[in-house]
């Protein structure tokens, strides 16, 4: 069973930067891929980032290509989101989550796990 942390959201301005970052413990070896969506209010969830737990490739959604990085901590089984020039429509819960198989990278019900999620807010 992996158990998924995330810390590091809060409030920022429209262009700040934050770094969320999520924990994960238990069995990890099996992980295949573990990823960043968000959920904003009356939103469906939607995919952020992904990266492969073993050989640590990325992949990121549009809307944060080029803004958004996310990057893997082996010695402390910890996957960060660097966010900068944040939009006020980023603003949303960002979740954590993590999958043992391979494809539908940016389909949320293929996870298998999930953290609480942490809040983020953009104020213009």
Known sequence: QVQLVESGGGLVQVGGSLRLSCAASG??????????????????????????WNIGTTAYS??????????KVNAK???????????PEDTAVYYCASKEEAGAMAVASTYHYWGQGT???VSS
Do not use: C, H
């Not at 549009?62 to 990057?71: E, N, T």
């Not at 089984?77 to 939009?87: F, G, I, Y």
């Open 27 to 52: 069995v990890t070896f099996n992980t295949y891929r573990m990823a960043w969506f968000r959920q904003a209010p009356g939103k469906e969830r939607e995919f952020v980032a992904a990266i492969r």
């Open 62 to 71: 549009d809307s944060v290509k080029g803004r958004f990085a996310i990057s």
């Open 77 to 87: 089984n910890t996957v960060d989101l660097r966010m900068n020039s944040l939009k």
């Open 119 to 121: 809040q983020v807010t």
